[in-house]
């Protein structure tokens, strides 16, 4: 019996995952737990495998295809299985939202939008909002003069219509461009129409477009003019998966979560010198600013388990284990990761463990357990010369604690002037389930690590 591979939900948040890369051929031999074809999740790439075994007939779907959680992808079956029922059904809406609309008997001329059977073609009224929207936010644009003629040669990608794909290639009807060098290309404005693919079957991989940097391929024949003529006066960018899911987590959090602040300064300076001891200890024992406050906020909160609690509407959770998760940037947005149980952690297992979370949720390669199950969450920008930021709660967490920069500042000590390391962070408390005094007594416990830091390592 055939089995249907489909768009599965590889991560707890995820609602659409995009095709990154097929592994498997059609009439490639498949056993169950092969790994298929690699997805782009909202946080991370993820290996889609098969859940059964026999060959692959056919494959659906293509490399850069967005496609929701449930979509078929492709069908497993036996050389001789019959398999049409299955592809027809899944091609059904494609076709019927590919056919051009038929007039109707009567007088009244057919709607120009008549597809409904593709879910990214919104409906006329929809697409109307959108579109007076979209004109109400962009200034009016210049009139357009026609382009000069372009010599001979692969035509450049246009995307005066705002879209941000290649033109198509002779092959297939598309051109084969592997998602990272397309990103590549619009980011440093290369275009692709004049770049011979060294991938496989010619595809365009990120190894050309630093070619083409690098020697000045796929650019026009003249300067920014001419660019601007083939190009239009903008371009659209497609939303990854990852930024889709931070815009609907922040819808979820600005508006509904009743959000408080609390500001609050800290002397750094014992801190910094412990740091600088232990440096000279060894690789072994360095530890930067941010592990120093991920176990300072740990164990604060052991003493203050009510900041330590999800809302959940009905009620408020408290929990006993102690799970910090810490924003990492990553390309397309930010990510996550967990420590767990950070309270139990020593400094130096909190520095090793941060360090390589860092690094693989930069690479794209974290499970979903690894990045699921916080109970309170660190945001640090000291690193980029920020000094103080607010940070969004991620629900159903009651708090975040957003951390500056650290740096040196005259400030009275004891009645004389002195030149200290100071550290501003800011918390932001979800006031349905910490009130503004629980969040201060819980900044005070901060304080009384960081500036105490040998607290942290006895």
């Not at 129409?193 to 079957?201: F, K, L, T, V």
């Not at 910094?272 to 530890?287: F, I, N, P, S």
């Not at 300072?296 to 509407?313: G, K, R, T």
Request: aromatic share 4%; glycine share 8%.
């Amino acid at each position: 019996m055939a089995t249907k591979v489909v768009m599965e939900a590889l991560s707890p948040t995820m609602e659409e995952g995009r095709l990154v890369k097929w592994n498997k051929n059609e009439g490639d031999a498949v056993k169950s737990g092969d790994v298929l074809a690699e997805v782009e999740t909202d946080k991370a790439v993820m290996e889609l495998v098969a859940r059964g075994d026999g060959v692959l007939r056919k494959r659906l779907a293509n490399e850069g295809d967005a496609s929701p959680v449930g979509t078929l992808l492709a069908v497993i079956g036996t050389a001789d299985e019959n398999i049409d029922s299955i592809v027809g059904a899944a091609a059904a809406p494609a076709a019927a939202s590919a056919a051009p609309a038929q007039p109707a008997q009567s007088a009244v001329p057919p709607s120009p939008v008549q597809s409904q059977g593709e879910a990214s073609t919104p409906p006329p009224q929809k697409a109307a909002a959108q579109s007076g929207a979209a004109q109400s936010a962009a200034p009016p644009s210049p009139p357009q003069r026609s382009a000069p003629p372009r010599p001979s040669g692969p035509p450049a990608a246009p995307r005066g219509n705002g879209s941000s794909r290649p033109a198509a290639a002779s092959t297939g009807g598309r051109q084969r461009t592997s998602p990272l060098a397309r990103r590549l290309a619009t980011e440093k404005g290369i275009q692709l129409g004049g770049i011979q693919g060294s991938g496989p079957g010619g595809r365009i991989v990120k190894r050309d477009i630093e070619n083409a940097k690098a020697t000045g391929g796929g650019a026009g024949r003249s300067a920014a003019a001419e660019r601007l003529a083939a190009e239009g006066d903008f371009k659209d960018v497609p939303l990854t998966q990852i930024r889709k899911t931070i815009a609907r987590r922040l819808a979820e959090s600005n508006g509904p979560v009743p959000t408080f602040f609390l500001t609050s300064e800290y002397d750094a300076t014992r801190a910094a010198e412990m740091r600088t001891q232990l440096t000279e200890m060894g690789d072994q024992y360095k530890v930067s600013f941010n592990d120093i406050v991920i176990k300072a906020v740990a164990l604060a909160l052991a003493e203050h388990p009510e900041v330590n609690a999800h809302w959940l509407n009905d009620k408020i959770r408290h929990f006993n284990r102690i799970h910090v998760a810490m924003a990492v940037a990553v390309e397309d947005g930010l990510i996550t990761p967990v420590l767990f149980d950070a309270d139990r952690l020593s400094l130096w297992e909190i520095s090793g463990m941060a360090r390589d979370l860092a690094k693989r949720a930069r690479d794209r390669k974290l499970m979903p357990e690894e990045y699921t199950g916080a109970t309170f969450t660190v945001s640090n920008l000291g690193m980029f010369g920020i000094d103080q930021f607010t940070a969004i709660i991620n629900p159903p967490e009651a708090g975040i604690l957003a951390i500056g920069g650290v740096e040196e500042k005259p400030v009275v000590v004891d009645g004389a002037l002195e030149v200290r390391h100071r550290l501003r962070v800011t918390m932001s408390c979800d006031h349905r389930a910490v009130d503004g005094a629980t969040g201060a007594k819980f900044l005070q416990s901060v304080r009384q690590y960081i500036e105490n830091p040998l607290s942290l390592v006895i």
